[in-house]
């Protein structure tokens, strides 16, 4: 399904003599600048009607228009896949994304992902790049996540998430006792060495920010919450593996179960069969791309996290000397 898309708006003094497509920027703020240079190189951004080129010059009065039919950005079926969804408008879409569900399709996961799952709940979201995604969570990471609904929401929530103005708060359990939080600043970049993995990297790493601070201290474990400043891949998983506290149930940075000395039956079974890294998206701030607002969603952590807090309640106390 196409969306016709039809904008206009006259250039203004202030941007008297600027290049097309910084002006086409500023007028039509709701489109990203890459897409605005695309419809003018294939002349469906016009001036005063003209197709001109992205580094002419525009003087004010001129009449800058746009007509064009939205292609779907993606190709992937909808499947009836159920969504437990937190909040909805005409604009995003905020959703509690279950531990095992892939956020979009790619190798060894062609179908079955929240994206076939969004495209069943609205056939526009294959008009958006990434059917909507703005931001990830790991297969294996529950929590909050949101999705853009039109493409004006999508540029903004996109910009936002570069801004850094995006609130999103996680709940880890980690393995080893920690004294306090504090703030992780380490670049990650691909392993050199296993490419499906991340790790710090001094040289060639993204910048990478990560705060922590202490929520339940275990006798071998600790529960933190996690804000996140940037958004790399498996950002908190590497950062807190990079502190020596890996993730409990972590399969690629955690290693090995770590069983305490002593530890009970139960408390054994839980750690060694727990299925996933312990992490989930608790809480979500963002800035509402129609209205202004600011805005705050909160979802449960996950039944399967709260079991496991339980048993390190009763089977893995702090008992300070």
Not at 92 to 103: C, D, E, F, H
């Amino acid at each position: 399904m196409t969306q016709k898309v039809e904008l206009s708006a006259l250039v203004p003094a202030s941007l008297d003599g600027n290049r097309l497509d910084q002006v086409a920027a500023q007028l039509f703020s709701d489109y990203s600048r890459s897409r605005l240079q695309t419809w003018i190189k294939k002349g469906e951004l016009r001036v005063d009607g003209e197709q001109r080129r992205t580094r002419d010059k525009v003087a004010e009065g001129m009449c800058l228009s746009v007509g064009v039919e939205l292609e779907p950005e993606v190709s992937w079926v909808a499947q009836d896949i159920s969504l437990d969804i937190v909040y909805e408008d005409d604009s995003i879409l905020v959703l509690n994304k279950p531990a095992g569900l892939v956020v979009h399709p790619g190798a060894g996961n062609p179908d079955g992902t929240l994206v076939n799952a969004l495209l069943n709940h609205s056939s526009d979201m294959a008009n958006l790049p990434r059917g909507g995604i703005v931001h990830r969570l790991d297969k294996e990471t529950s929590g909050i996540m949101v999705v853009a609904k039109t493409l004006p929401a999508h540029t903004h929530l996109v910009n936002q998430l570069q801004k850094r103005t995006v609130k999103r708060e996680y709940c880890a359990v980690c393995i080893g006792t920690m004294t306090g939080g504090g703030t992780i600043n380490e670049p990650i970049g691909r392993h050199p060495k296993q490419r499906k993995m991340m790790a710090v990297r001094a040289l060639g790493g993204k910048p990478a920010i990560t705060h922590y601070r202490l929520v339940t201290r275990f006798a071998h474990h600790t529960r933190i919450v996690v804000n996140l400043e940037t958004g790399r891949t498996h950002q908190i998983r590497v950062h807190m593996a990079h502190r020596k506290y890996p993730l409990i149930g972590d399969p690629v940075y955690g290693g090995r179960p770590r069983i305490p000395k002593g530890a009970s039956e139960e408390l054994i079974t839980t750690l060694r069969s727990f299925p996933r890294q312990a992490l989930h998206a608790q809480a979500l701030g963002l800035i509402h791309p129609d209205s202004g607002e600011d805005m705050h969603f909160e979802c449960p952590l996950a039944e399967d996290m709260v079991d496991l807090l339980d048993v390190l309640g009763r089977e893995d106390p702090w008992a300070p000397e």
